[in-house]
């Protein structure tokens, strides 16, 4: 198997690692869509955002040497606005990535025998969609600027994957009620295709947000803004 094939394949796994983990902590949990993500309490919360995180930083020391662990495209376009990847490693990615997330979906609404709540992500009550995709757009610009400068010459050091897992879990933490903390189109995609309704509807904010952040912080390494 070639190098590039192992990349897509480990970015496949750790992407649909990180749906099938992290929406199964919201449905399992009973924390699902069915209270609503802005009805959340700060202890339900808490579950949510370690599942995330914490299979993150798994999945950085599993497939972090293969892939770069990214498992996220809004990661892969802000690692290629760095100029760390090329466009057409960009695109397997991107690609490798939103089946992950589809088919992590696809078992989970198997599993439990409806796809009525999959642990979508959609905009909370007394939140627009233009104002969700800022803090979207927010939450990936920082969340980009900690995995940058982490795996960066300078920066890497052998806890880069905690630092990184610990950063998705306090940006959860932060946004979740907002937007469902998403921060990450591949993970909206997956839940989306199969619940319909208002998780496609705010779809859209979950791929322009999330890539805006990555491109700006991405271009701000690339500049070397914020190179040592």
């Known amino acids: 198997m070639g190098m590039s094939t192992k990349m897509y394949v480990a970015e496949f ?27 959340l309490g700060a202890v339900a919360l808490l579950p949510i955002a370690v599942a995330f995180g914490m299979t993150v930083t798994a999945m950085a020391y599993g497939i972090g040497p293969v892939s770069g662990c990214h498992v996220n ?12 990847i090329d466009t057409a490693t960009l695109i397997g990615y991107i690609i490798a990535q939103c089946l992950g997330a589809i088919v992590a979906s696809l078992l989970l609404s198997l599993f439990l025998g ?10 909370g ?3 627009t969609q233009f104002s969700g995709m800022i803090i979207e ?11 940058l400068g982490a795996t ?35 993970r909206s995609l997956g839940p989306a295709l199969f619940v319909g309704g ?19 912080a991405g271009y701000l390494y690339r500049a070397q803004i914020l190179e040592a």
Do not use: Q
Not at 77 to 83: I, P, S, Y
Not at 114 to 123: F, I, P, R, Y
């Open 152 to 186: 960066s010459k300078n920066g890497t050091t052998p806890v880069a994957g905690l630092a990184i897992g610990i950063a998705l879990m306090v940006i959860h933490l932060a946004i979740i009620k907002a937007t469902g903390s998403s921060v990450n189109p591949a």
């Open 114 to 123: 409806s796809a009525a709540h999959l642990g979508e992500t959609t905009v």
């Open 13 to 39: 796994i750790g992407t649909f690692a990180l749906v099938f983990i992290g929406c199964s902590a919201i449905m399992i949990g009973g924390l699902g869509d069915a209270l609503g993500a802005d009805k």
């Open 198 to 216: 208002k998780a496609m509807g705010d779809l859209w904010i979950y791929f322009v947000g999330p890539v805006i952040g990555a491109a700006a």
């Open 125 to 127: 009550a007394g939140f």
């Open 73 to 84: 495209p809004a990661v892969s376009v802000g690692v290629w606005a760095a100029g760390r």
């Open 137 to 147: 757009a927010v939450a990936t610009f920082l969340f980009l600027v900690v995995i």
